[in-house]
Nanobody
């Protein structure tokens, strides 16, 4: 019943930008600290950004700090990831999920593919 739906990925040139969206379906995301994760082929899934339930606090992995921004609109039950100055090593499937201290997650969605290439 509880689903996460990611969208907004695509093919972009180095230095370009994308905005990803994460919508809750049957899940009220406003309860949770939420995060964006990415997984490249052959690599472990990593958390790249998180945001607390009210949007007061954000955290970023060092690899994306200064380039990515996470935000949320709880009225729309949606979390966003603005990705600027994209690099080829940002290429990955991007997923959203809970990212609180206890490590609890919802069922993973399909993700959205981001490919950075010239």
């Amino acid at each position: 019943q509880e689903q996460l739906v990611e969208s907004g990925g695509g093919l972009v040139q180095p230095g370009g930008s994308l905005r990803l969206s994460c919508a809750g379906s049957g899940a009220n995301l406003s309860y949770y600290t939420m995060g964006w994760y990415r997984q490249a082929p052959g690599k472990q899934r990593e958390l790249v950004a998180s945001i607390t339930s009210g949007g007061s606090t954000t955290n970023f992995a060092d690899s994306v700090k200064g380039r990515f921004t996470i935000s949320r609109d709880n009225a729309k039950n949606t979390v966003y990831l603005q990705m600027n100055s994209l690099r080829p090593d940002d290429t990955a499937a991007y997923f959203c999920n809970r990212a609180g201290r206890l490590g609890a997650t919802l069922s993973w969605g399909q993700g959205t593919q981001v490919t950075v290439s010239s």
